[in-house]
């Protein structure tokens, strides 16, 4: 059993780091974070800003890079149990996931960010491949921080935390 509270979701100094570098990289950090933050704002967690509403809408231009960025995270608010994925959806992240897994890795991630706040659990087949993705020079790790970037503009979301004596 564990008891939830809630609490501003908040990066470490870390984290912070490694999301400020990327972001001097032509801003891929505040890019890849966008569809996060949209696919939380659909099911009612956070709002977007109009320059957040703005990228997407030109992400979404460019052959639908933000609407298909979007989705692993959409997937995974699903398996938390906090949204249902439409049939289109759903549709588009199998497609993805055609494509050496891409979708399903890129899911990967969003779980770890996501239950690190306490939304959702990983699996043991979602805990090896992403540490074989932190192994790979970082890669899972790094891609991690725009999702946790995401979550950091909730005020509050419920944090679980262990039970006393657990």
């Known amino acids: 059993m564990s008891r939830i509270t809630t609490g501003k979701v908040q990066m470490t100094s870390a984290e ?83 494509a050496f897994g891409a979708a399903y890795f890129q899911k990967v991630i969003v779980k770890k960010g996501f239950s690190e706040v306490g939304p959702t659990r990983r699996t043991s087949a979602e805990n090896f491949w992403y540490v074989l993705g932190c192994a790979f020079f970082g890669v899972a790790y790094l891609s991690k921080m725009p999702v946790k970037r995401a979550l950091s503009d909730i005020w509050k979301i419920p944090i679980q935390h262990p039970a006393p004596g657990m």
Do not use: H, R
């Open 16 to 98: 912070n780091f490694w999301y400020i570098l990327q972001c001097l990289n032509f801003g891929a950090a505040y890019f890849a974070k966008v569809p996060y933050k949209k696919a939380l704002s659909e099911v009612g967690e956070v709002e977007m800003t109009s320059a957040e509403n703005f990228w997407y809408f030109l992400l979404c231009l460019c052959f639908g890079a933000g609407y298909f960025a979007k989705l692993p995270a959409k997937k995974a608010l699903s398996e938390a149990g906090i949204t249902d994925t439409t049939s289109a959806e759903y549709f588009w992240y199998l497609i993805g996931c055609i």
